[in-house]
């Protein structure tokens, strides 16, 4: 069907063409161009900030206060390309906007990019139909039983302690390094990989990787069983580089702190801390990067495989969709190479199949870009959370969350309240905001889901 792989070529790419060398901001044209007649941009509403313009698609009332701020820090960035896109699930982040994508030149904030790196989505059309004992409330139950002993969840990973489990580490150790000698790279092969501490659980931080390799996290991952409008049943999972990817994202973003105090660099507040590409630091960063990318790919095609066996079925790569949605790459836009970050944004080129998920309980969608040039070729990458995890809790019951989740089979808990829809962003006015973005391919309405409740957020 489709692969829609980020290849670690396009993601950590390092040739630049001389047209992009430049260490200026956008031109001042640009820059006249980009302010002039704001109400009539495609992204229809705008924040500016001393000439500069961040296009939205959502109304600048339905962006809370402590994002609005941080878009206006980001408009400060030296580098800055043109302008930047808000997409409409956009919220507070660490460090940057959920939802934000800035293109700039010669330059990357590990910050822009997100601490899950790679983080992203794979759906896979199962071939099966929503019918028969299939619609029975007993199978999926059964069925997500086996899923969970086969995907550890929340702080959770592969057990190591018996003969099976140490033959089936070594064969998913084994698909891992084929994985990354296909992208040009070693498991170990990394720049950060020597300053990279395992928990104590592992005996190092090959055995990490390979068992964490298939395992959910928590928060807003999920694995989730889905029917689409011709009964088709598809699987889908959500999750992303697991504590590896935060291990070299923390790394450095602590780097170009150091970096930026140290040559005294322009930066709109520590959290916007940026590397040169022109640098060492900033082509490692890249290439862990696109390493980590590469690593979350692997980890959601480990659940898939797991989550197929358990419904009969093998696991085939090209019938996947798979995209991430935390990460930067270079990218030809406006007639300039630049860095184009993505935090909480799916790539969107004309037709290139995506996937935008809703919250638990609420329509997810599989969908076709439209290369939207304003957006710099984005969409969203999901709902869009409306309030805070401390402020959904606060706010929820359990009472209220089993109700949103009628018409599925999937089970309402205390243990991930903040994951309730209603913590969320409509879904259908998301989409609705982000029509000249992406077309509708499948609308898929949700079955059952596999979620952490131990409070884990990676």
Known sequence: MWSEEISPAEVGAEHIEPAALSAAAAPAAAAAEESAQPSQRPGRHVIANGGRVAKLWLPVDDIDDNAQAQIGEMLSMPRLFRHLAI?????????????????????????????????????YPTGLKFEGELKLREFWAQWLART????????????AAGKAEREENEQRRERL???FAASG????GFHAYPLMQPAQKFSDLLDMLVRQAGTLGGGNHFLEAQRDEDGQVWLMVHSGSRNIGLKIAD?????????????ESTRPNRALSWLPLETEEGKHYLYDMSW??????ANRVEMLISA?????IEFDEARMINIPHNYAALEHHFGRNVIVHRKGATRARKGETGIIPGSMGTASFIVRGRGHEESFHSCSHGAGRAMGRKHALRELNTGQFEAALEGTFSTASAGYLDEAPMAYKNIDTVMARQAELVEVVHELRPIITLKSGDGSVD
């Open 177 to 179: 390094v084929t994985r």
């Open 251 to 263: 790394h450095y973003d602590r780097l170009a702190c150091v970096l930026n105090e140290r040559w």
């Open 308 to 312: 197929l066996a358990c419904l009969g």
């Open 87 to 123: 997409m409409p699930d956009c919220h507070y982040g660490k460090g940057a906007t959920v939802g934000a994508v800035m293109a700039l030149e010669q330059a990357v904030v590990p910050n822009c990019v997100g601490v899950d790196i790679g983080c992203g989505m794979a759906a």
């Open 148 to 159: 969970q002993k086969a995907v550890p969840v929340g702080f959770s990973c592969h057990n």
């Open 292 to 297: 980590a990318v590469t690593y979350a790919l």
């Open 185 to 188: 790279a070693e498991i170990d």
